[in-house]
């Protein structure tokens, strides 16, 4: 809800209008376990569905960007680097993106990136505490007043599994900008909440959906 909207700083940061105020995000995956600590997978993701409305305000005009669009491709691998089947796991995860979103649709970035993230997490039996910081390499480019580089990612998870095939969460995640004038601020530092269930059938198969918020 309301993912992107422009606000008139002028005037104590005005809502000028909502250039997306609904989105609908998917991704399709597929992934490949190499032995029992070593993952590849490619990640396709798309806007199903976004509205907003036209904007004539003080820093120009945008169109409605109505519709659906592809995101950018990912290609990554991540690694059990240590720990048992219960109590504490290290891992990490390097992804590749490859810009085949659409600016447009503020669906991709436009050009090649990246992300190295350390993931840490406590399992019992049937709950799991995890959280998770890394680094995201995006080109450097600006929209509006806003200067779009790499971020500082980071999140806390609590997943509970009452039956082996399902798995339910509640995620708090963020990011802040790594440009110099930027981290922490409040204006590039969004943090989001989730709610998230996840179910396996027996075929191998996974099918997970999630709704969530902005709280800044």
Do not use: C
């Amino acid at each position: 809800y309301r993912p992107l909207v422009l606000l008139d700083q002028r005037f104590d940061d005005r809502l000028e209008g909502e250039l997306i105020s609904h989105r609908l995000f998917g991704t399709l995956g597929a992934t490949l376990g190499l032995g029992d600590r070593w993952e590849v997978s490619i990640l396709i993701p798309a806007v199903l569905y976004q509205s907003g409305e036209s904007i004539e305000g003080t820093g120009g005009s945008f169109s409605s960007l109505d519709g659906a669009a592809m995101g950018d491709l990912v290609i990554g691998t991540s690694m059990h680097l240590w720990g048992q089947t219960l109590g504490a796991q290290l891992g990490l995860s390097l992804m590749m993106r490859e810009p085949t979103g659409s600016e447009e649709a503020f669906a991709g970035d436009g050009g090649v990136g990246g992300d190295v993230t350390f993931l840490f997490a406590y399992l019992f039996e049937t709950v799991t505490i995890a959280t998770e910081l890394g680094v995201s390499f995006r080109p450097e480019r600006r929209f509006q007043s806003t200067k779009i580089g790499p971020e500082l990612s980071f999140g806390v998870g609590f997943f509970w599994a009452p039956i082996e095939s399902l798995r339910l969460g509640l995620e708090l995640g963020g990011s802040t900008s790594l440009l110099s004038d930027q981290v922490f601020d409040d204006s590039t530092t969004p943090v989001e909440a989730l709610l998230s269930g996840q179910i396996t059938l027996g075929n191998g198969l996974t099918f997970g959906a999630g709704i969530g918020t902005g709280l800044t």
